[in-house]
């Protein structure tokens, strides 16, 4: 009996391999795959063992070869981002930003960031991580648009409020944040300027994106597998001094996790060493996919958001499904057939529109790691059309047109 429950789960883990990585239409913005050898590595002897500490100067004993691979991802990720400081042990976006708000706020201190409505992340809210620190949590003036925070209004708040944490960067990321014109008033009334690049880390590494810390900000956190194309895990990336940087270290570990999921090292390493080579040439090919997508999408009957601004700037397109049921519905039935998407609240959405939102956010990374470009845009939305305009059922003509997009481009065979 067990023995034939473990063969159950075996199935399943291959049923999801061959549906997810051989027939569906991946659009889920904040997701990615590792290249074949990369992925090769994840189970082994590394999934076993411990390694508190630091390479060098670790806790345990037989830790040779994790310290070789961590330190190695320590010095890469420094030269992939140009910076000082790199805290490489977090295993995920919301740990390294854990770390970041514990270290920086004491209790019932203000902060600045992006609400949900907006694309801000759950981590930045009350009802997240940053909740557990302060309730004193301000949001950004927006633009008309919706999307681009207002200059003029944010920085009267930040004189205002004076906030010890301005968080810049969210999960609904269209375009630029303005760094540049907000973090010097930041830094005049005492903030500490950070930016969540969890989104659009692998666009900033690949210089296809702002530089949020050539631009002013004092410490950036991301995760390794949205646009990154790595395995799950977190960063903590600074040009601090060694000095200032002693307090974050100190809550990576002990203050926020002990062993660090090691298993994830070795493929981040991989990926890193195929994004020295591959990276911009991924990159710049994702944000001329996203474009493309959001013009061909508007071509084909649906209201992409930001038309005028181009759409965007970043992997993600916003599109408003209002007409289709709403993005509840909308994500539902493209699932159906084999077209995998998130719903997600657009601007002008009533905060409790959690469940059917109107909007649909797309991304164009994973697919473009598997080798589509504009023409397959076209394709995409052609196929979106059919299914929730035409109401068509096009699984299997979705299963052909992805069969031809089954291997990860972008790094060493
Ligand atoms: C995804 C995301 C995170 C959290 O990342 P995890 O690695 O899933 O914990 C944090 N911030 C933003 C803006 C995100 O979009």
Not at 186 to 205: F, M, R, S
Not at 210 to 234: C, V, W, Y
């Amino acid at each position: 009996m067990s023995a034939e429950s473990v063969a159950r789960v075996e199935a399943l883990v291959r049923r999801q391999d061959e549906w997810r990585l051989s027939q569906t239409l991946n659009l889920i913005a904040s997701e990615n795959v590792l290249s074949r050898r990369a992925r090769a590595l994840m189970s082994s002897d590394f999934n076993h063992r411990y390694a508190e500490g630091h390479p060098g100067a670790r806790y345990y004993q037989g830790t040779r070869y994790i310290d070789e691979v961590e330190a190695e991802v320590r010095d890469r990720v420094g030269n992939l981002f140009g910076c000082a400081r790199a805290e490489v042990r977090t295993i995920s976006g919301t740990n390294a930003n854990d770390v970041l708000f514990c270290t920086v706020l004491r209790e019932g201190e203000p902060a600045v960031v992006n609400p949900l409505p907006v694309g801000g992340h759950i981590s930045h809210q009350a009802m997240g991580g940053l909740g557990k620190y302060t309730r004193q949590i301000h949001t950004f003036p927006r633009r008309p648009d919706g999307y681009r925070i207002d200059v003029d209004k944010s920085k009267d708040l930040l004189k205002e409020i004076k906030p010890k944490l301005v968080v810049f960067g969210k999960s609904l990321f269209l375009f630029p944040e303005p760094v540049r014109e907000l973090a010097p008033v930041a830094h005049e009334v005492g903030a500490t300027v950070a930016y969540d690049g969890a989104h659009v880390l692998g666009l900033i590494a690949g210089r296809q994106f702002q530089d949020p810390l050539a631009e002013g900000a004092d410490i950036m956190t991301g995760s390794t597998h949205k646009t990154f194309p790595g395995p799950q895990r977190g960063l903590l990336l600074s040009n601090m001094t060694e000095e200032e940087w002693k307090p974050f270290d100190k809550k990576a570990f002990p203050g926020s996790l002990s062993n660090h999921h090691l298993m994830t090292l070795p493929p981040l390493l991989v990926t890193l060493l195929e994004f020295e080579t591959f990276g911009r040439e991924y990159a710049a090919q994702v944000v001329r996919n996203a474009p493309a997508l959001g013009q061909a999408l508007q071509k084909q009957g649906f209201d992409v958001e930001c038309a005028d601004l181009g759409y965007t700037a970043s992997h993600q397109i916003a599109v408003n499904v209002t007409k289709f049921g709403g993005g509840g519905k909308a994500s539902e039935v493209l699932a159906q057939n084999d077209i995998i998407v998130n719903r997600n609240q657009l601007p002008f959405d009533p905060p409790k529109k959690v469940n059917n939102p109107s909007g649909l956010r797309l991304g164009v990374q994973e697919m473009t790691r598997f080798g589509m470009k504009e023409p397959e845009m076209e394709e995409t939305a052609r196929l979106m059309r059919a299914c929730l305009i035409e109401n068509k059922s096009v699984s299997q003509e979705v299963n052909r047109f992805r069969s031809r997009f089954v291997d990860v481009r972008y790094c060493f065979d």
